[in-house]
């Protein structure tokens, strides 16, 4: 079992950086991804990374604006944000891949989830 911990949420302004990481216990280096959940709205995907951290996947809403990274020595995601609007609010979540996903771009191709960390996007 490879269980993911997210960390580095927080208020920022519009407009301003936050950067996420997320460390999978466990030795299996392995593809990840980041979800999002807002209030009221189903969680969502944002991106996510091979183990080899070569090939990356973002959704439409952040291209240009967040990057998804990796250090495999530390079996830790991150996914710097940039640019970060008030939609942008939301509890974030990183996931590891289940068998056959490397990287994961769906909730269902994923296997373990972290607790989420909460950004908030606001003046």
């Known amino acids: 079992q490879v269980q993911p911990a997210e960390s580095g949420g927080g208020l920022v302004q519009p407009g301003g950086s936050l950067r996420l990481s997320c460390t999978a216990s466990g030795r299996a280096v392995i593809g990840m991804a980041w979800f999002r959940q807002a209030p009221g709205k189903e969680r969502e995907f944002v991106a996510s990374?091979?183990?080899?951290?070569?090939?990356?996947y973002y959704a439409d809403f952040v291209k240009g604006r967040f990057t998804a990274s990796r250090d495999n020595a530390r079996n830790t995601i991150f996914l710097q944000m940039n640019s970060l609007k008030p939609e942008d609010t939301a509890v974030y979540y990183c996931?590891?891949?289940?068998?056959?996903?490397?990287?994961?771009?769906?909730?269902?191709?994923?296997?373990?989830w972290g607790q989420g960390t909460q950004v908030t996007v606001s003046s």
């Open positions: 990374i091979s183990k080899s951290g070569a090939y990356l």
């Open positions: 996931a590891t891949a289940r068998n056959g996903y490397d990287p994961p771009t769906t909730a269902a191709q994923c296997a373990y």
